[in-house]
């Protein structure tokens, strides 16, 4: 604002009609405040365009107007002692006397004291300024980058949608497979588990482990014997023996339930949880996922993308072309995946069905790229199924390293086959915890004894299941919250696994 004696110049305004039974307003000389009480209320709204207030009927005058400026201790009556000569403002229309042009009005005040004088400072002023235009530059990309995610969000389900449509029939396909291999393995379960019972094939139970579990010592074991064969022949029976990436995924399965199968002979044969030492399953393990980077590298598989050793991710990554490092990646996957699922077979029904959904979450993402695979995984969940009725709390059979391995040899093997290791790792997130922590269990005893001279534990006891039931969580609660969560996980894997294909 400027000085008193200087004009004020006021912007150009409009007035905002409220009732519609005044469509011309004018300014008298005198304001009397009786008078305005008696009118009906009119809000005058200041904007920097005409054009509201002639679409609306208003008419602007051009009368003279007659005002005067007031300190801050001005009262009502005030309104009463204004003089008509003391100040005069004219209304002054622009250089175009047409009726949409606009108008100014000059303000004069009648002494120096009538307004306080404002000084701001320009530096502030800017400052001010900038940051404003900042916040709101910020907001509106905000509100962008939001408005975006959703749109492409909404453009992901869509397709997804379309993607299982275009597979119905293998979706229904898939659906009798699981009821089938339910069926089978349930009804298998009660020819085997007597079996293994007469033959005093029973769990050895480890004696660092909790002291509840001490109860489960005649349980029976190697209830794989029964479950991974049904799921694999039920699946090449469906899928066609003509099947190459059916059959490879099922020599894999049928190699790590081989490797798991000795582990629990000489578990039972030497009378103690020991088995394979842990440098020879690793070898073993290692060499059925290099023998199995071999054939994928010399067998022809038939991709979308027209060659193999692709990793499909989500937009904006794309497809990643990892060459001979998909080999490598191949071996650490079925190595990570056999021991995450044989590390998570510690309670009752824990490992079937967190491997059942991850083998349905697997299905869904292979199902663009091969839905001869995605019948074999729906096929495996099937048999997971079917082995829960049997190993439910309180477990009449537990699956032990034969099945524990080949559930996890047929996941990591579904994934190289058509290079979803990403939502692998995403639907097997349960398999992921308990293995990393086991690692990080031994990685801190080890760190601080070397430093502290006595080593630490991270956790009450590795696995991490074995931690929550020292922390006084009951059985079942625990195996219901890690289906929870397998269930969310198997879900955005199957989202992801469509989208990036």
Same mark, same amino acid.
């Given at each position: ?236 029976? %469906?899928?066609?023996? *003509?099947? &190459?990436? #059916? @059959? ?5 399965? $049928?190699?790590?339930?081989?490797? !798991? +199968? ?64 998909? %080999?490598?990646?191949? *071996?650490? &996957?079925? #190595? @990570? ?5 044989? $590390?998570?077979?510690?309670?009752? !029904? +824990? ?151």
């Amino acid at each position: 604002m400027r000085s008193h004696s200087s004009s004020l110049n006021l912007h150009r305004f409009q007035f905002r009609r409220c009732f519609s039974s005044y469509s011309t307003y004018d300014f008298h000389p005198r304001f009397d405040i009786a008078s305005w009480r008696r009118r009906p209320f009119i809000l005058y709204r200041l904007q920097l365009d005409g054009s509201y207030a002639r679409k609306h009927g208003c008419q602007l005058q051009h009368s003279c107007v007659q005002v005067q400026a007031f300190d801050e201790d001005f009262g009502i009556s005030s309104f009463d002692n204004w003089s008509d000569n003391e100040v005069t403002a004219g209304y002054m229309v622009s250089s175009s006397d047409e009726e949409d042009s606009d108008g100014e009005i000059v303000l004069n005040p009648v002494t120096d004291i009538d307004l306080p004088s404002v000084s701001v400072s320009s530096d502030e002023s800017l400052r001010v300024t900038a940051h404003r235009l900042a916040i709101m530059g910020r907001a509106r990309k905000r509100h962008r980058h939001v408005a975006q995610m959703k749109l492409s969000f909404d453009s992901n389900l869509e397709l997804c949608w379309r993607l299982l449509q275009d597979q119905t029939w293998n979706v229904y396909q898939s659906w009798t497979v699981n009821l089938l291999d339910t069926v089978l393995v349930s009804c298998a379960g009660y020819v085997c588990v007597p079996l293994l019972k007469s033959l005093k094939i029973r769990q050895i139970i480890r004696t660092g482990g909790p002291a509840r579990h001490s109860r489960k010592k005649r349980t029976p074991t190697m209830g794989g014997l029964f479950m991974v064969p049904v799921g694999v022949a039920v699946a090449k029976a %469906l899928a066609g023996f *003509s099947s &190459t990436e #059916v @059959s490879g995924a099922s020599a894999a399965t $049928l190699a790590f339930a081989a490797i !798991g +199968l000795l582990d629990d002979i000489l578990c039972l044969k030497k009378n103690h949880s020991s088995g394979l030492s842990a440098w020879s399953r690793l070898i073993f393990e290692v060499a059925v996922g290099m023998w199995f980077s071999y054939w994928l590298h010399t067998t022809n598989i038939s991709s979308p993308y027209g060659m193999k050793m692709l990793v499909p991710l989500p937009a904006p990554l794309g497809l990643l072309c990892l060459g001979k490092y998909y %080999l490598l990646l191949t *071996s650490f &996957t079925f #190595v @990570s995946m056999g021991n995450g699922v044989n $590390l998570t077979d510690g309670l009752d !029904g +824990l490992a079937g069905g967190t491997a059942a959904l991850a083998f349905i979450g697997m299905s869904i993402a292979v199902l663009p790229i091969c839905s001869d695979l995605s019948v074999f995984g729906v096929s495996m969940a099937g048999a997971c199924v079917g082995f829960l009725s049997h190993n439910r709390y309180k477990a009449s059979v537990f699956m032990g390293d034969t099945g524990s391995l080949a559930l996890g040899g047929a996941l990591a093997a579904m994934a190289a086959c058509t290079g979803m290791f990403f939502p692998l790792f995403v639907s097997s997130g349960i398999f992921v915890v308990e293995a990393s922590s086991v690692m990080m269990q031994v990685f801190y005893f080890k760190t601080t004894k070397r430093l502290q001279g006595a080593g630490r534990r991270l956790f009450r006891m590795a696995p991490f299941h074995h931690h929550l039931e020292l922390c006084g969580i009951k059985e079942p609660i625990i195996v219901a919250g890690a289906y929870v969560i397998s269930a969310v996980l198997a879900l955005f894997a199957g989202y992801v696994g469509l989208v990036s294909a």
